[in-house]
């Protein structure tokens, strides 16, 4: 298990990868009682699937992705629809922290290799996520700053160009195939990380190692695990 090659540039996924992304958390705080228990689940599970799909069409900031993508969740099951209900969960994504264990992780890594955040945040809120991780990045890459989203493969191509690599020169890290390590495999990215939170099923055939506590990914670079 690990890397025999020394990466110029280990690249993260961010929201769900190191920061937990509480969305349903905040969905369900902000709807309160509008959001009825028997179709809770449904209704989040419904939002999720709308902000992939929002992802993949042409750039829009990230409040509109949450907006249209509680909206048309709410059409979908015939729920009320507030547009200050989704400002009010886009305002509570800079609060959210990292996993146990991520700083920890993130600092012993930066030792020796540069480390390099890819998010779908737009830029000011990918400021603060990054800052809340409390770790050195070399570079911090936002969808706005890109003008797309994952799993959109120019994504990892803007990446490419801004840091004047190819995709051997990378080990690219996401708890997410959906919006990265799909993507990631289909440019070329040989060396990736699965970091298994969970809420998505291992793609093991995209030919990533595969782990399930972050302190073990700097075992992977060599490093002696704490």
């Not at 009825?36 to 599970?45: G, I, K, N, Q, Y």
């Not at 890594?109 to 990045?137: G, K, M």
Request: aromatic share 10%.
């Amino acid at each position: 298990m690990g890397f025999d090659v020394k990466p110029k540039f280990v690249t993260f996924d961010m929201n769900g990868t190191l920061i937990k992304y509480s969305i349903n958390d905040a969905i369900r705080e902000v709807l309160g009682d509008r959001l009825p228990a028997e179709v809770a689940d449904d209704f989040l599970r419904i939002c999720k699937v709308y902000r992939i799909d929002e992802c993949t069409g042409e750039y829009k900031p990230v409040h509109q992705i949450v907006a249209h993508s509680m909206e048309r969740g709410s059409r979908r099951l015939g729920l009320e629809y507030r547009e200050d209900d989704a400002r009010a969960v886009y305002d509570r994504i800079p609060t959210w922290g990292p996993y146990p264990g991520v700083t920890e992780a993130l600092n012993r890594l930066a030792e020796e290799v540069p480390l390099v955040i890819i998010t779908n945040s737009d830029t000011a809120h990918a400021v603060r996520l990054a800052e809340n991780l409390q770790a050195p990045f070399e570079v911090v890459i936002s969808a706005e700053e890109m003008g797309v989203y994952k799993p959109r493969l120019r994504a990892f191509e803007y990446t490419f160009d801004k840091l004047g690599v190819t995709p051997d020169d990378l080990v690219h890290v996401s708890a997410s195939p959906t919006y990265d390590l799909r993507s990631a495999a289909n440019l070329g990215i040989k060396n990736k990380v699965y970091v298994d939170r969970g809420f998505e099923h291992d793609e093991h055939w995209l030919g990533y190692e595969r782990i399930t506590d972050i302190a073990d990914l700097p075992v992977l670079f060599g490093l002696p695990r704490p």
